[in-house]
């Protein structure tokens, strides 16, 4: 998770596809051509209110010429095979994309209210084409998790035509969600954000070619990562009634007319914005903040915050700055003979018996790849496929990627009862990384089980997915959480955690860091209930957070450092009633002295 610095956006090593057994819907099979001659709207409409899951968008230029709308939906991914190879084109001078006081999008995800869960688009191209004024690129709205990963967004393909808005998040109650790896090419302005809740994650982020500005927040809260803009207008406008801008390792420069701007205006009574590693250059300020009045001078904001940092003891008046690794990634795999389909070995998500057996058998058959297909798309409307879990599930062997296609997993009423044993647990041997990716919890269900058991010096990514509660780990492991949805997770001494886009909803406390390392980029948190604990001698650096007090009954101990290191830079807290927030967001014990 190094600075952004070459402005190259990358993408799958090999393209993205799927066993035909998977249970992944193909454009193709609704009538669509990606000829780039023929109109495939309608075969994508077809596609997207027939799923319940991925919609699969092989190589090809696809006409799309009129808007792609989720109405509302939930579960919806729209998943390409490669940016530059996957092609969604809007034909030049489209009839209905040439207002730009009434924008119109080419795609659309939804709108509120906040319960539009884990829709995200993946792997391809969004061209606005020529003579499309008017066009919205993506306007994107989603709840709790989601993403934009690995997406090119252009106003055609030097990014010079006319568009008026490339990635839109335009909406009230937006988010949380997570950009990654998306590059803007032209519009007139680059990324557009609205709303007081729930905050939007970006890591990776290439902004070119805006004409009237690269990235336009209004009220909402971002918590921003490895932001490349080169563009001749300002980068970061921040405006509104409380918008917070936690602003990272990243790189602002200028052109032309960026001479005379500031690259960050900062216009806001009664918001706040923090940065950190923050390069600019070309620029005639690198930030400009209205109240009070501020100036910063271009170069390297080591960091800088609009609002004095707070301290209950003292200490040195800055954040932790912990040194973050990459990510680990794996390459794609597309011999299917690598693959293991979990249904080949008996699991059945139509039924409520334990699957674990059925899913055991396919790890351990030596595939690098175990998947749960998705059968949703053969069920009746309002009912649902969950694969059961009755008993721990190990993760030896072979197996690289456990991929639950976007399936529901819950777990057999015993199992539950016993509530001690983990759903999955680390076996100390196999693969130094295990991905598990595209699993959400069964909407509603109580799960008591911890989602993992980690205790082993092995590295576990977990992305887009729920469910992920009650965790366990301690050791010398790691754990990477992207774009994911949980709570009461345990870091034990040795245990290191690194979250972007960590939503963590529930009772009790959402994060425990007892000897351990975390650090977040992104984190909101949900319910009453303590929000973090960090003791014994452990480490925690949040870099944004939401706490979102929308229970009434948290009066105490929002963050709770008991002879330990903790910094947080970009974080509010919303409360649906002034006597609901928090009395004591922050308490700090050093030796028995308690703050």
Request: charged share 20%; net charge positive.
């Amino acid at each position: 998770m190094t600075a952004v610095s070459t402005g190259a956006l990358a993408g799958p090593t090999a393209g993205v596809s799927f066993p035909e057994d998977a249970g992944v819907l193909n454009v193709r099979d609704f009538g669509a051509k990606g000829d780039g001659v023929s109109d495939d709207t309608k075969a994508f409409a077809k596609a997207i209110r027939k799923a319940s899951g991925i919609v699969y968008v092989p190589a090809g230029t696809y006409i799309i010429s009129n808007t792609i709308n989720w109405n509302g939906g939930s579960n919806k991914i729209l998943q390409g095979f490669d940016i530059g190879k996957t092609i969604l084109k809007l034909p030049d001078n489209a009839s209905g994309f040439q207002n730009t006081k009434k924008p119109k999008p080419m795609l659309s995800t939804g709108f509120p209210p906040a319960i539009r869960f884990r829709n995200s688009i993946r792997d391809l191209t969004i061209d606005v084409g020529q003579g499309n004024p008017g066009a919205i690129g993506l306007d994107f709205y989603v709840n709790n998790q989601g993403t934009v990963r690995n997406v090119r967004i252009q106003a055609g393909e030097d990014g010079q035509a006319a568009g008026a808005v490339g990635l839109s998040m335009y909406k009230d109650m937006v988010g949380p969600l997570l950009i990654t790896n998306v590059e803007v090419r032209g519009f007139d302005t680059g990324v557009k954000v609205l709303g007081h809740v729930n905050s939007v994650t970006i890591d990776g982020l290439i902004l070119r070619g805006q004409r009237k500005v690269g990235l336009d927040n209004n009220g909402n809260l971002l918590f921003i990562r490895n932001l490349l803009s080169q563009n001749s207008v300002k980068a970061i406008h921040n405006r509104g009634g409380h918008p917070v801008i936690c602003l990272v390792d990243s790189q602002l420069n200028g052109t032309g007319n960026a001479s005379e701007l500031p690259a960050i205006d900062h216009n806001t009574k009664h918001g706040s914005i923090f940065c950190r590693n923050v390069k600019v250059h070309g620029y005639a300020h690198a930030l400009v903040d209205k109240s009070p009045a501020t100036t910063l001078p271009v170069g390297t904001i080591t960091e800088w915050a609009s609002d004095a940092p707070l301290m209950l003891f003292e200490s040195e008046a800055r954040t932790l700055n912990l040194s973050v690794p990459d990510q680990p990634d794996l390459p794609v795999v597309n011999d299917f003979s690598q693959w293991a389909n979990a249904a080949d070995y008996g699991a059945n998500p139509l039924d409520k018996s334990s699957d674990s057996e059925a899913i055991q058998k396919a790890i351990d058959s030596g595939a690098k790849v175990v998947y749960l297909p998705n059968v949703h798309a053969q069920m009746k409307k309002n009912k649902r496929a969950v694969y059961y879990i009755g008993k721990p599930i190990i993760l030896r062997g072979n197996v690289e990627r456990f991929v639950g296609m976007d399936s529901f997993f819950n777990v057999t009423g015993a199992f539950n009862k016993d509530g001690k044993q983990p759903i999955f647990q680390m076996d100390a041997k196999g693969p130094k990384t295990i991905i598990i990716e595209r699993l959400a919890k069964d909407l509603g269900a109580e799960i008591h089980n911890p989602y993992v058991l980690h205790e082993v010096e092995r590295d576990l990514v977990v992305r887009n997915c729920t469910g992920f509660s009650n965790v366990i780990h301690r050791g010398a492991g790691r754990i990477f959480c992207e774009d994911v949805v949980g709570t009461n997770v345990l870091v034990g001494k040795g245990a290191k955690l690194y979250a972007r886009q960590f939503n963590l909803e529930g009772r009790g406390h959402k994060l425990i860091v007892d000897g351990g390392l975390a650090w977040m980029l992104g984190l909101k948190t949900e319910c009453k209930g303590p929000i973090i604990k960090v003791t014994n001698g452990g480490t925690c650096e949040v870099l944004g957070a939401l706490f979102y007090t929308c229970k009434p009954g948290q009066k105490h101990g929002g963050v709770e450092v008991i002879d330990a290191s903790f910094s947080m830079a970009g974080a509010s807290e919303y409360a649906w009633d002034r006597s609901w927030g928090t009395e004591e967001p922050i308490v700090e014990v050093r030796n028995g002295d308690r703050r």
